[in-house]
């Protein structure tokens, strides 16, 4: 009988876990657990050539704020330890002959293969790119170790090329929907979506949209995440969206909305 309350008990802490932030959630019903994964403290970014560099500083500046507060590490991943310009592949992306294109050092290769716990992926011009294999193959390598993947704007059409999207509902920057979706035939296209969660796998739409999703990472899956999410919201200035459905721009490029 003991065993048998106590089961009751253990049930009901579960249930009510799983319906206590709904509004904040893009999570698949019925996929609760009761043994939450630890908070993860290492962190890869990859770096492919052209990626958009807020789709990688705006999750970092809410990142490094919370690093104030806990112990996380930072890998950033790259072919090889060269700088990495964020200027495009293609000439014809530069048709004004631009020098406008910083460049990143990065802290690895993907040779080094560093025991990542999460990888977020950017995109930017880097997801039209056609000299991704080096990137592609170290994502398929490194996803079944992750316990998280995140992917920011287009770095969805990166990840979906992969292969690792399949089976998983995800978003991607509604102006490129046309363009990154196909590179994704057996990946559940969500929209409208500012973000959406599932599983371990976490996409954003464009740019901006990846500080909410850091931001809803950040209050789901560390201690005392709701007040950390804020406090760094309110550090940053930035006004935060806390509906992932919140989505305006699928209406502004038409894009239609999925079941």
Same mark, same amino acid.
């Given at each position: 009988?003991?065993?048998?309350?106590?089961?009751?008990?253990?049930?009901?802490?579960?249930?009510?876990?799983?319906?206590?932030?709904?509004?904040?959630?893009?999570?698949?019903?019925?996929?609760?657990?009761?043994?939450?994964?630890?908070?993860?403290?290492?962190?890869?970014?990859?770096?492919?050539?052209?990626?958009?560099?807020?789709?990688?500083?705006?999750?970092?500046?809410?990142?490094?704020?919370?690093?104030?507060?806990?112990?996380?590490?930072?890998?950033?991943?790259?072919?090889?330890?060269?700088?990495?310009?964020?200027?495009? !592949? $293609? &000439? #014809?992306?530069?048709?004004?002959?631009?020098?406008? @294109?910083? /460049?990143?050092?990065? %802290?690895?290769?993907?040779?080094?293969?560093?025991?990542?716990?999460?990888?977020?992926?950017?995109?930017?011009?880097?997801?039209?790119?056609?000299?991704?294999?080096?990137?592609?193959?170290?994502?398929?390598?490194?996803?079944?170790?992750?316990?998280?993947?995140?992917?920011?704007?287009?770095?969805?059409?990166?990840?979906?090329?992969?292969?690792?999207?399949?089976?998983?509902?995800?978003?991607?920057?509604?102006?490129?929907?046309?363009?990154?979706?196909?590179?994704?035939?057996?990946?559940?296209? !969500? $929209? &409208? #979506?500012?973000?959406?969660?599932?599983?371990?796998? @976490?996409? /954003?739409?464009?740019? %901006?949209?990846?500080?909410?999703?850091?931001?809803?990472?950040?209050?789901?899956?560390?201690?005392?995440?709701?007040?950390?999410?804020?406090?760094?919201?309110?550090?940053?200035?930035?006004?935060?969206?806390?509906?992932?459905?919140?989505?305006?721009?699928?209406?502004?490029?038409?894009?239609?909305?999925?079941?």
């Amino acid at each position: 009988m003991l065993l048998s309350n106590l089961a009751l008990l253990v049930l009901s802490s579960c249930i009510q876990l799983a319906t206590a932030r709904p509004a904040l959630s893009s999570r698949n019903e019925g996929t609760t657990t009761c043994t939450p994964k630890p908070a993860p403290t290492h962190w890869g970014i990859l770096m492919p050539r052209a990626f958009a560099p807020l789709d990688v500083f705006g999750p970092v500046e809410a990142l490094q704020a919370l690093a104030r507060s806990t112990h996380l590490k930072l890998s950033l991943l790259a072919r090889t330890m060269e700088p990495v310009s964020s200027a495009p !592949v $293609s &000439p #014809a992306m530069n048709r004004f002959n631009s020098s406008f @294109w910083p /460049s990143f050092v990065p %802290t690895d290769t993907y040779a080094d293969n560093p025991p990542i716990q999460v990888l977020l992926i950017p995109g930017g011009a880097a997801a039209r790119s056609p000299d991704l294999g080096p990137e592609l193959e170290y994502i398929r390598k490194v996803t079944p170790s992750l316990q998280y993947l995140i992917t920011i704007c287009t770095g969805a059409g990166i990840a979906a090329q992969a292969g690792v999207l399949d089976g998983h509902r995800a978003t991607t920057n509604k102006r490129a929907w046309n363009e990154m979706i196909p590179r994704g035939t057996n990946v559940k296209w !969500v $929209s &409208p #979506a500012r973000w959406v969660e599932d599983g371990k796998v @976490w996409s /954003s739409s464009g740019v %901006t949209s990846g500080i909410d999703l850091t931001l809803a990472f950040i209050e789901a899956k560390y201690p005392n995440g709701s007040t950390l999410a804020n406090d760094i919201s309110h550090t940053m200035e930035h006004q935060r969206i806390t509906d992932w459905r919140h989505d305006p721009e699928a209406e502004y490029f038409h894009v239609p909305p999925t079941n």
